[in-house]
């Protein structure tokens, strides 16, 4: 079964850091790209970017860049996602998605997310 | 990039047809055919139920179906189902190479 497994909720102070993982597995995890995910209490999706396991090579969305960093580790086939000084804006569920890219003419469009996690909790309360 | 302009809410009875719109502009849902479907019940994960306009993946039920017009995707929902009720996010490529998505519609069933 193919699927991704993400870590568990995290409760953090504003200003700290924080690494959260998306492990894959029933499939060849270094041939598709990870995406990440904001869900904010009550809203709805915003797409942050996605990073190529394979090399990690990586897209931040504008909104997002600065914001966070992607990385992974092929050889436990996991994708993270992290903060170095978290904000209570953080707060959200983060899910992490099998990204469709297809690669035309030197451009990578992006289409389907066709895995999800089932999301990763995160709270960021003094 | 703002996000893609979906009706709030819609509803509808068990058996009827339902029809979500998702509007934007010619940088993204009008300039390629890479528009998503995605259904998230309640405290649960999204599902991708439609994608390059109007292709299902496999398990997806042939109930729901996509469209795109000019600068406005589309999903149908036939035979609605209590098991429908869902939020609903559209999804677009976008000319500067990013993704964009709905505001998502939240689908009750009568």
């Known amino acids: 079964e193919v699927q991704l497994v993400q870590s568990g909720v995290e409760v953090k102070k504003p200003g700290e850091s924080l690494k959260i993982s998306c492990q894959g597995s029933?499939?060849?995890?270094?041939?598709?790209?990870i995406g990440w995910v904001r869900q904010m209490p009550g809203k709805g999706l915003e797409w942050m970017g996605i990073?190529?396991?394979?090399?990690?090579?990586?897209r931040y969305s504008p909104s997002f860049q600065g914001q966070v960093t992607m990385s992974a580790d092929k050889s436990i086939d996991t994708a993270y996602l992290q903060w170095s000084s978290l904000k209570a804006s953080d707060t959200a569920i983060y899910y992490c998605?099998?990204?469709?890219?297809?690669?035309?003419?030197?451009?990578?469009?992006?289409?389907?997310?066709?895995?999800w996690g089932k999301g990763t909790t995160v709270t960021v309360s003094s | 990039q703002s996000a893609l302009t979906q009706p709030a809410s819609v509803s509808g009875s068990p058996g009827q047809s339902i029809t979500i719109s998702c509007t934007g502009t010619s940088s993204d849902v009008g300039g390629y055919d890479y528009v998503c479907w995605y259904q998230q019940p309640p405290g649960k994960a999204p599902k991708l139920m439609i994608f390059d306009v109007s292709s299902r993946p496999s398990g997806v039920s042939n109930r729901f179906s996509g469209s795109k017009s000019g600068n406005t995707a589309s999903l149908t929902i036939s035979g609605l189902q209590a098991e429908d009720e869902a939020d609903y996010y559209c999804?677009?490529?976008?000319?500067?190479?990013?993704?964009?998505f709905g505001g998502g519609t939240k689908l009750t069933v009568l």
């Open positions: 998605v099998r990204q469709g890219v297809r690669r035309t003419a030197g451009i990578y469009y992006y289409y389907n997310m066709d895995v």
């Open positions: 990073i190529y396991p394979g090399d990690s090579d990586t």
């Open positions: 029933g499939y060849i995890f270094t041939n598709y790209w």
């Open positions: 999804s677009s490529y976008t000319s500067i190479n990013t993704l964009v």
